[in-house]
């Protein structure tokens, strides 16, 4: 497609409820980041893959966090058992090739709420 | 890990005024990005510029990778201007994840 998109847009989830977090990167980009951005602050890295790869998954807060990326095109985020403390925007972003020193565009977000 | 200092932290223009924000970085880098987030959320990206100075209509950025700090320079600001702006980083040598800094929040009065 013509830039990376998230699925849904928004999500109201009960406390302890499962939720899977759905992102679109770029056709043919290699590298998949996942963000979460609390109010106010600036986005904050959870995982990345390369290709089908997980390579990074150091800023995951937590074992219910676990993201996937089977075909190395689409991926999910899946929170199990959500926590209000889980409440903010998850971002994703795509880059061409790895490397690091590559742009990363992003998708629109998931804002997630737990009640 | 590399820490990254957005100032100022709040700024507020009239229509017209002209601005820069600056980012300041405690590491060697290999990337360096500005982006523009909306009042809907989506972050837009301004500017891919590890080194040098690029310039994109009234927008331009200079990254000195040397001294470790980018400024993002806003001229004849608009309306449409106003929103965060974050700079983020890739330390060289280490992740390829981005670091982002805590943003400027630009007002600009009509």
């Known amino acids: 497609g013509a830039g990376v998109s998230q699925s849904p847009r928004y999500k109201v989830a009960k406390r302890g409820q499962d939720v899977a977090l759905r992102c679109d990167p770029i056709?043919?980009?290699?590298?998949l980041f996942w963000y979460q951005q609390a109010l106010g602050q600036g986005p904050e890295f959870l995982t990345y893959?390369?290709?089908?790869?997980?390579?990074?998954k150091s800023g995951l807060p937590s074992d219910r966090f676990f993201a996937e990326r089977p075909e190395g095109s689409v991926s999910t985020l899946k929170i199990q058992r959500t926590q209000q403390e889980d409440s903010a925007v998850y971002l994703c972003a795509s880059s061409w090739t790895s490397g690091g020193a590559y742009e990363q565009y992003f998708g629109p977000g998931t804002r997630l709420t737990v009640t | 890990g590399i820490q990254v200092e957005q100032s100022p932290p709040d700024l507020i223009l009239q229509e017209g005024a002209n601005s820069t924000l600056r980012c300041n970085f405690s590491?060697?880098?290999?990337?360096l990005q500005w982006f523009h987030q909306n009042p809907w959320g989506q972050l837009i990206n301004l500017f891919y510029i590890p080194s040098g100075t690029k310039q994109n209509g009234r927008l331009s950025a200079t990254t000195v990778a040397t001294e470790r700090y980018s400024l993002l320079y806003i001229s004849s600001s608009q309306t449409t201007d106003s929103g965060v702006y974050f700079c983020a980083v890739v330390r060289q040598g280490g992740s390829e994840k981005l670091v982002f800094g805590k943003g400027t929040k630009l007002t600009v009065n009509p």
């Open positions: 590491d060697s880098v290999n990337n």
């Open positions: 056709s043919g980009h290699v590298s």
């Open positions: 893959f390369q290709n089908e790869a997980q390579l990074d």
